[in-house]
């Protein structure tokens, strides 16, 4: 109910669909921007990995911006996106991405260098081959990160699990708030069709306020948990975590993995 009726109550309409936006977004990310990085990660000269960092920490801080403008305009299109893909959909919370895919990946990076500890050597000679062009600085980014660093990820984790309910439990009033109020309200024009639709109407553009306010604090919280994460990484660390978020993007919008994905569900009866 809350979804149809955000819809059809919604008054301003974005000039253009963000779906277009996403779409040209993603092509930049992944046929300009993440090309570039990766050969900057190759190369032996800091500066150069620097600017391609942020480069596409820019560009994902854009993203959330333009996702704030598109909100104001119609945050319907963002709270109930039809134009996700069936890949992206289990991973999206309040409008985009959960989170905690911020410091899910960051963990894996983490878990990847304690698993690095107990390789066996067939392993090491398979991925020999692969280290050869890599600057050394990239190979040891991980290995043994700071104190620092560790302690402001379970600041950050600690933060994330304070703020994720309270955003959660405001959806959940404000919809239980807009069935109260049409049902309070609504029944007072009781058989007046035109008054009815008065006061609903009046009820869901106040709750579409507030799931705006919504939207715009769990942007928020996405863009700071990243900016904060990033800037306690030092470049090399950096490189390897935009690389793996941009994958992450980029990889719902592979064409060949969404068909799999389609042709392996098995429908809810």
């Given at each position: 109910?809350?979804?149809?009726?955000?819809?059809f109550f919604s008054r301003k309409k974005a000039h253009r669909p963000f779906k277009e936006y996403y779409a040209q977004w993603i092509d930049s990310l992944n046929s300009n921007l993440l090309p570039l990085l990766r050969r900057a990660m190759l190369s032996s000269s800091p500066s150069n990995?620097?600017?391609?960092?942020?480069?596409?920490?820019?560009?994902?801080?854009?993203?959330?911006?333009?996702?704030?403008?598109?909100?104001?305009?119609?945050?319907?299109?963002?709270?109930?996106?039809?134009?996700?893909?069936?890949?992206?959909?289990?991973?999206?919370?309040?409008?985009?991405?959960?989170?905690?895919?911020?410091?899910?990946?960051?963990?894996?990076?983490?878990?990847?260098?304690?698993?690095?500890?107990?390789?066996?050597?067939?392993?090491?000679?398979?991925?020999?081959?692969?280290?050869?062009?890599?600057?050394?600085?990239?190979?040891?980014?991980?290995?043994?990160?700071?104190?620092?660093?560790?302690?402001?990820?379970?600041?950050?984790?600690?933060?994330?699990?304070?703020?994720?309910?309270?955003?959660?439990?405001?959806?959940?009033?404000?919809?239980?708030?807009?069935?109260?109020?049409?049902?309070?309200?609504?029944?007072?024009?009781?058989?007046?069709?035109?008054?009815?639709?008065?006061?609903?109407?009046?009820?869901?553009?106040?709750?579409?306020?507030?799931?705006?306010?919504?939207?715009?604090?769990?942007?928020?919280?996405?863009?700071?948990?990243?900016?904060?994460?990033?800037?306690?990484?030092?470049?090399?660390?950096?490189?390897?975590?935009?690389?793996?978020?941009?994958?992450?993007?980029?990889?719902?919008?592979?064409?060949?993995?969404?068909?799999?994905?389609?042709?392996?569900?098995?429908?809810?009866?």
């Amino acid at each position: 109910m809350m979804k149809k009726a955000l819809a059809f109550f919604s008054r301003k309409k974005a000039h253009r669909p963000f779906k277009e936006y996403y779409a040209q977004w993603i092509d930049s990310l992944n046929s300009n921007l993440l090309p570039l990085l990766r050969r900057a990660m190759l190369s032996s000269s800091p500066s150069n990995l620097t600017t391609h960092v942020e480069m596409i920490h820019h560009h994902f801080q854009a993203y959330y911006e333009a996702l704030d403008i598109a909100a104001c305009n119609d945050v319907a299109q963002l709270l109930y996106p039809e134009w996700r893909n069936s890949l992206e959909k289990p991973f999206l919370w309040l409008g985009d991405f959960h989170p905690y895919i911020f410091t899910n990946l960051l963990r894996s990076f983490l878990d990847d260098d304690d698993d690095d500890d107990i390789d066996d050597g067939d392993h090491e000679i398979e991925e020999t081959w692969s280290f050869c062009d890599t600057p050394w600085q990239i190979l040891m980014a991980w290995k043994n990160p700071s104190e620092t660093l560790m302690a402001r990820i379970e600041q950050i984790e600690c933060a994330m699990r304070l703020m994720v309910p309270s955003l959660v439990a405001r959806v959940r009033n404000a919809q239980s708030g807009l069935f109260d109020q049409v049902a309070a309200d609504g029944g007072l024009f009781e058989g007046n069709r035109e008054g009815a639709k008065s006061v609903i109407e009046k009820v869901v553009m106040g709750q579409m306020d507030e799931m705006l306010g919504v939207f715009l604090d769990a942007n928020r919280l996405r863009k700071s948990v990243l900016a904060e994460i990033i800037g306690e990484m030092n470049v090399y660390q950096a490189a390897l975590f935009l690389e793996g978020l941009a994958q992450f993007f980029v990889g719902f919008r592979d064409h060949e993995l969404l068909g799999e994905f389609e042709r392996c569900r098995i429908p809810i009866s």
